[in-house]
C-alpha cells in the first residue's frame, strides 16, 4: 500500500485583535445636524399626509353631516387640562 500524501501542516500566525488595515478612511462623512430645509421639508411632508389621512370636511353643511344610520363614536378627553371647561363640553355633546 502507497503512502499518503498530505499537503503540509499551515504556520500559525497571530493576528492582534484591535488589528485593522492601515490606509483605508471611510470618504462618507455624517453630518452632525441635518439642514433646517430638510427638516422643514420632512416636517410639512409628515403634516399633509397627517391631514390627508383625516379626511378634513371643508365647508361642511347640514346636508352631508351625519347622513349615515349607524352609531356615532366621540372621544373625549377628561384629562386634567379639560377640567376647567368640563361643563361646557358634556353640553356640547
Known sequence: MAAAHYPAAAAPHRVP??????GIENRE???A???????????AAAALVILALADP????NSEKALSGSGPVVLVVDNGWAG??????R???I
Open 83 to 88: 377640567a376647567a371647561q368640563w361643563q361646557a
Open 17 to 22: 485583535a484591535d488589528a485593522h488595515p492601515g
Open 90 to 92: 358634556t353640553f356640547m
Open 57 to 60: 370636511v371643508l365647508n361642511p
Open 29 to 31: 462623512k455624517t453630518p
Open 33 to 43: 445636524q441635518t439642514p433646517w430645509w430638510l427638516t422643514l421639508i420632512r416636517m
